[in-house]
DNA sequence: GTATTAGTTGAGCAACTGTTCAACTATATA
DNA sequence: TATATAGTTGAACAGTTGCTCAACTAATAC
């Protein structure tokens, strides 16, 4: 993802590319920002994240409603917890999710938006 | 992704899978859903996203906006176009790029304020 | 027609990712 | 204490992905 000094191209429109230069993201951002969005964009995290829109589960829970094992999930759900995109608390044996903020609602709802138009 | 029968766990808690189960996506659009944001989830991706965003631009200001190869680019619009993430038109050689919609735009502000808060 | 530049495409490969498996920690109960 | 269930974690492996390279098509100019 590293930037060339020059380009290879003739024809670069090149007061356009300088007025957008400036507003693009930073490398570091860009790289955090599709952090995030790669989490959406694998099957099983984007059904747990449903599932969680729908109610608060454990573990147990979404293995079960998702056919996948505990440690599957698991796993899935530590990716989630670490970019803050779910919550959780513990209940004696239980460690329950939930979504993090509205935003993750909001990523959803545009994204099914976007498909179902 | 296929769904076991039964779950490995014995203290799931049956009243709120049932609700939430019929709630959930299905399989094919879990991963049509995930597809989508999958596109997002790449650093040159969301560069291009972001850039087409304040402009329409050509593969070739996007090579030297990114810094990267008209091969890479246009690999990478091909995915966004297939999606209906960007749309295109041609003007003699060159070939515009632009945001397809207000979903798109949607979801980076989103993303963004997720990341910046 | 040829030449030039813009853009696309398929193959190949290195890097990354999601699941499984086994071993582990945490909490509760007897 | 021991036992059982819930949950986490690291390694390993198969499957996926993004870039490069080379060859190709598209439109313009001569």
Redesign the interface.
Known sequence: ????PV???E???QD??D???P???G?A???????????????????IL??LR??E??V??L????????SAISHQLKALRLS?LVKFRREA??VFYSLA?E??E???D??????R?
């Open positions: 993802m590293a930037r060339l380009c290879e191209c024809s670069v429109h356009i590319v007025a957008v230069k507003q693009l993201l490398d951002e860009a790289i955090d920002l599709a952090s995030v969005f790669k989490l959406f964009g694998d099957g099983t995290r984007v059904r449903q599932a729908v109610h589960l454990c147990c829970d293995a079960c409603l998702l056919g996948l094992t505990k803050n044996q239980n903020d935003h993750v909001a990523i959803l545009i994204g099914l938006e976007h498909l138009e």
